[in-house]
Nanobody, 126 residues
């Protein structure tokens, strides 16, 4: 059974940091494109960062130089280190997985992903 379990969200002040974790089970993690998406109330789901063994990392322009995506293939775990957080980063963050590599033109398309975590809430106050 495929499972993606997101954790690590919380409430921080602007300028603070959080580290999100996604624990993966039930598939050959090493062969998958893994990404983080986020969705704020009233907004569309947005690709934040993506990484695969064969491609990436890729980042949304809004988070470049502040967020870092990484993966530990031995532990089947995906991470998102978020620094210099801003109020506009407030959203629910989701871990996602799709077979194959991440590519520049497609990693941020939510329709390509088969598996999603339950999400973890990040709230940044000014």
């Amino acid at each position: 059974q495929v499972q993606l379990v997101d954790s690590g969200g919380g409430s921080v002040q602007a300028g603070g940091s959080l580290r999100l974790t996604c624990a993966v089970s039930g598939f050959e993690y090493i062969y998958y494109c893994m990404s983080w998406f986020r969705q704020a109330p009233g907004k569309e789901r947005e690709g934040v960062a993506g990484i695969s063994t064969g491609g990436g990392p890729y980042y949304a322009d809004s988070v470049k130089d502040r967020f870092t995506i990484s993966r530990d293939n031995a532990k089947n775990t995906l991470y998102l280190q978020m620094d210099s957080l801003k109020p506009e980063d407030t959203a629910r963050y989701y871990c996602t997985a799709d077979s194959g590599s991440c590519y520049q033109g497609t990693w941020a398309n939510p329709n390509r992903y088969n598996y999603w975590g339950q999400g973890t809430q990040v709230t940044v106050s000014s």
